[in-house]
């Protein structure tokens, strides 16, 4: 880092703003708030965090609920030197304790109602505990009242850390993520140009702001474009549909598309001054990507990301967006599908382990060399837990985690291949395979099915309909219905649920 040059997000995100007057978010009571007024109330607030004894360095624990202050307050804190590490707003108290006492934060902000439950875990480890609520108002905004807007951004280097994202931590203990300012920052420039961003750009912001979707992909790339965002507090279908008439993204996860689709507002005409609908997060179904491209004529534009790494590949913006298919590696960054066991680069159409490499990928586990290490090769590629393979096309093709592997008979079962045909069938929603413990085949394939309600979709309909197009070995042994799967806050089915509730279902009485 040169003497001049602060590889810092915030002043790589607004010391060349050329115009403090334009718009950059815009809020459902009317407020508009300007790229210098996000300036202002950052400087506003980072000096409140140092007041507070924050510095570079530290980590502010952030539990609240959406809001334009808890976005600046992400601003602030990056701005301040400091590490952010948002936390999920449905996360107990007891869950709060481990965050919290592994992150050692020096600050916590949560909501007003948590604070006394905040402070006797706070106090564990020396942190203060300041409170923001959904409606913008706490101790924290009242100070940022009071305090001066002039703040000297600190000077970071690309390598220092900016935000600490738990996982979701489906087996094990959550892990936290360690991402550096130039892993935020090279990712926003690549999808900037990829995705064609302007300041012309709207952008219908419904995502929470605790997970990288929200936060780093939505909100950096449209400070990075000088764009404007319709921030909303949470997803509502019928109010995205009137914004479509003035936006130009959404950027949503599977849900928000198969939700919307079940509105009959959804037409042509409604979304024809958008130009674009990004899906993430969790796998968009191939039916729901025809069903959205036949009722809108836009297709969804799916793209690949993780925690640890922000965002690795994306369809296309010119050229084909294969349903199924999360597209080709961005630019900079590297992807390949290995053998798990030995990590040797397997030939396209082969179905491996995902392994990326490049400036967005994050630098480590908090506090968890061994499994750092463990998660990366000696070449420097990050080990996804991700199988998929690479299309002839260069395609990359998500097919499940490796956790969610079924072997059944020495054979290895790829639960997204059985999954599809299933999906495939006519009453059927989705569906979800797992293995679960079967004395003579050490795992038996299991699927979890949900159809619509009155649909003639049986135990022995789904068996037909996979005989002769599935290896025996392939089949499932059961086919359970339930009216919904489980899912995480950003749309993941989780499987490690399903795992634990069917789990006993071919022991033997």
């Excluded at 995205?240 to 849900?255: D, E, N, Q």
């Excluded at 004529?297 to 793209?303: I, Y």
């Excluded at 080709?328 to 159409?349: D, I, N, Q």
Aim: aromatic share 8%; with cysteine; glycine share 8%.
């Amino acid at each position: 880092m040169t003497a001049t040059a602060n590889a810092n997000l915030f002043s790589r995100l607004f010391d060349d703003l050329d115009d403090t007057a334009r718009l950059a978010i815009e809020t459902l009571d009317g407020r508009h708030i300007t790229y210098g007024d996000l300036i202002a109330f950052s400087g506003r607030m980072a000096n409140v965090l140092v007041a507070r004894g924050v510095k570079p360095g530290d980590r502010v624990a952030v539990q609240v609920e959406k809001s334009v202050p808890n976005l600046v307050l992400y601003l602030a804190t990056v701005r301040a030197g400091a590490v952010y590490l948002p936390l999920n707003t449905a996360y107990t108290l007891n869950e709060l304790e481990y965050f919290i006492t592994d992150a050692e934060p020096s600050l916590v902000i949560c909501d007003p109602s948590k604070a006394d439950g905040i402070r006797a875990i706070a106090a564990k480890v020396k942190a203060k505990v300041e409170t923001l609520g959904a409606d913008g108002k706490g101790s924290l905004t009242e100070a940022a009242a009071a305090a001066s807007p002039e703040f000297t951004t600190v000077a970071r280097a690309n390598d220092d850390l900016a935000a600490i994202l738990y996982t979701s931590g489906t087996t094990g203990r959550s892990k936290g993520a360690m991402l550096t300012h130039d892993n935020l920052a090279s990712n926003s420039y690549s999808l900037v140009d990829y995705w064609r961003f302007t300041d012309r750009d709207v952008l219908i912001h419904a995502l929470p702001i605790y997970h990288t979707h929200g936060l780093f992909v939505a909100s950096n790339v449209t400070l990075f474009a000088r764009a404007l965002m319709i921030f909303l507090p949470k997803f509502d279908p019928d109010l995205i549909i009137k914004l479509m008439s003035r936006a130009t993204v959404l950027m949503g996860v599977p849900t928000f598309y198969t939700r919307l689709l079940q509105n009959p507002a959804l037409t042509k005409e409604a979304t024809k001054h958008m130009r674009l609908f990004i899906s993430g997060s969790a796998p968009l179904l191939a039916d729901t990507h025809r069903e959205w491209s036949a009722r809108t004529g836009h297709a969804v534009l799916e793209r690949y990301g993780m925690t640890e790494t922000n965002m690795n590949t994306s369809n296309p913006y010119d050229g084909d967006r294969v349903p199924g298919a999360v597209g080709r590696a961005l630019p900079g960054v590297s992807v390949r599908v290995t053998e798990p066991e030995t990590g040797k680069e397997l030939p396209r159409e082969t179905i491996g382990m995902i392994e990326v490499k490049g400036p967005n990928v994050f630098k480590g586990y908090w506090r968890m060399p061994e499994k750092t290490k463990s998660e990366f090769r000696d070449d420097g590629f990050f080990i996804t837990g991700d199988l998929g393979k690479i299309d002839n096309k260069g395609y990359v093709h998500i097919l499940g985690r490796g956790k969610d592997l079924v072997i059944s008979g020495g054979f290895n079962v790829y639960p997204k291949e059985i999954e599809s045909e299933i999906d495939a069938m006519p009453g059927v929603v989705e569906a979800a395979v797992i293995g679960v413990p079967h004395a003579d085949f050490g795992e038996g394939v299991t699927a979890v099915v949900v159809c619509n309600k009155g649909a003639d979709v049986s135990e022995a309909k789904v068996l037909g309909a996979l005989d002769g197009r599935l290896a025996k070995f392939k089949m499932p042994k059961r086919v359970i219905f339930v009216d919904e799967l489980p899912r995480n806050a950003m749309g993941k089915v989780q499987k490690n649920i399903l795992r634990d509730a069917y789990k006993d279902i071919y022991a033997k009485t």
